[in-house]
């Protein structure tokens, strides 16, 4: 169907009219959450059992938790525009994303795993609500997010995600949904803005008993600041618990996405230069998109006695790929899988003692057709592939304290990941005079262990330090082991790496802080370099190093500067997030100790908000790259530094109308974020991807 905003109205009116005749429903008040000692790490005054609040995590992730973690309220970023993973985790420490152009689909990467996509995201669990939102091989789609619809994110770098059986580079994100102790009865917002663009959403929580729920419906489109950028989507989130008995509770998840997205594809530097705003001549003559359907369900059990935890988790997805490219792809997969982790609070030879035991279990099918791309339409059929990925894991984490002040951590990972092809041969008997349509199913299959230990010495209850070494285990997804082009499953093992981490958080009245150095020695990196004999597919490289530096700050400059309160002040406060990235190869045959493409060393992201009590806000903010960076590993093309500054303000409350404008990159900078990665950039010079130009957003939130 193609775009327009009187789909996108009538989209939206629909959805108003839904909830507001059948899903109002007067709300009972929460329990309020006890504020608990910090060495408590499960709370039974929760009013949900399968979905912890947000105090209730901070502090378990503090306590249990040796390396770079954090949790952001949705409440911080839904202070201006809140549609995409770069509006959601922009002041996040340790998490770079940066938008293809001004799209969903965007390169994220934690601790660089897999910085060199701009796509399909790898290399980082993304998960909702504990449960992956990746496919089985590791694969993501940004678009399977709705950020408007979370209560707050979780945010583990590194192998600090093994908790959920994450043992990547990269580590994981967690969208925890709201629940209807959590929402409003009911909730509306709508955002308008440049480049045709508007966003709608409605929610509404209710608890009826012992019976809760929240659903949220948002609709969105934009033409785009290039040509051919036009998106649209509609996504639904629903929840709904049931407490059982006063020890175990039930939740059902349900997601419905759909998502369209024209591709205008990468320019030249020079193109660029001239005007970022036009499209690749290829991907209009293409009519090159990304159009994509996922219905995903959920359950998660839980069951609680205060000391002893057990969850259940499980969950089926559905996504219907319409991709044409270069190709058209044409994929159908379904993925299921489960997770059964039982959690004990006890003693260890008179010793304080947490402990975790998990395992998890994933298969994906996909049926993936590949057509010849006549203008955007399938011609002749040229592969036809059954994939199909597992993977297995079983995983522990355990906690002891040493002392009032020093925990040690022990855990380990267990994987065991499988990847087959299976080709249908579309002229049988050929294949001694054409080689490239002979029957190419293959099968990849490989075990890892993953271990790690921990220290974590508290000051004080808001104040630490820690340490920590791991291991990290990934295998390809099919996105490398199988891209358009090779003939079966190219022969990649997986990527891993041992990882040591220093750092500190805490909180010291007008200053908090969260600070993490990293060094990581890589064997078999995946990265997309374009070594001969494959032109444009990945590769193992040899060994590469990742070390960087993750600072996240926020200090009160100033207080009572309209007010004289100790508790409700105005305040002007400086928000930081900072990366210092190096990423190399180490004693390469050929390359040395070249530093990898793809990424820029240095990364800053800064505002200066005055916020009053009763709900005022209003300041700039900036995004700083002040150093070019190679997009090719021959290092002939650099992408430029860039600043943007922008400004915002607005007016918040808890219930009743709040509303927010703001202006993004008010000097009109022409510049790329990102860039895709090539061998040489003189043979492939179309790798910029603009960003957007001079924006402005306004909208409007009502709750009841």
Known sequence: ???????????????????SAGLVEAQQP?????????????????PSKTVPSIETRRQQIAATT??????????EYKTGRAATLKDALDFTPGVLVQSRFGAEESRIAIRGSGIQRTFHGRGLWLMQDGMPLNLADGGFDMQAVEPMAAQYVETFRGANALQYGAATLGGAINFISNTGHTAPAFQSRFEAGSFNTFRGQVSSGFVAGNVDGYVSITAAHTDGFRDYSEQESLRVMANIGTKISSNLENRFYITWVDSKSQLP????KAQMEANPQQANAASITGRQRRDYQLLRLANKLTYSDGDNTLTLSTFWSWKDLDHPIFQVIDQLSNDLGFDLRYDHRGSLAGMRNDFSLGTSFMYGLTEDGRFQNIGGQRGAKVADYKLQAINWTLY???RIHLTDHLSALFGAQVMYASRDLNEETLFPGVGAFLPNLANNSDRLEAWGFSPKFGLIYEFDPLTQIYFNASR????????????????GIVPLVPQSATTLEIGTRGQRDRLSWDFS?????????LLTLGVPPLPANTINAGKTVHQGIELGFSVDVLRNLTTANDTRFDRLVFRNNFFWNNFRFQNDPTFGDRLLPGYAPFYYRGELMFEHPCGFYAGPNVEWSPHKYAADLARTTFADPYA?????LGYKTKKGVSFFAEVRNITDENYSPTTGVVANAIASPAVFLPGDGRAFYAGVEFKW
């Not at 929460?30 to 929760?46: G, N, Q, R, W």
């Not at 040796?66 to 409440?75: F, R």
């Open 472 to 487: 990290s285990f990934e295998p390809p997804t099919f996105g490398e082991a199988t891209p358009i082009g090779a003939a």
């Open 396 to 398: 522990f984490n355990d």
């Open 1 to 19: 169907m193609p775009f327009s905003m009187k789909r996108f109205t009538s989209y939206f009116s629909l959805l108003t009219a839904f909830l």
């Open 517 to 525: 150095y990293y060094y990581a020695w890589v064997d078999r990196e």
């Open 265 to 268: 594809g990468s320019l030249t």
């Open 66 to 75: 040796p390396g770079g973690a954090s949790v952001t309220a949705a409440e």
């Open 30 to 46: 929460a329990t309020t959450p006890k504020t608990l000692p910090e060495v408590v790490v499960t709370s039974t005054k929760d």
């Open 644 to 648: 943007l500054l922008g400004f915002k």
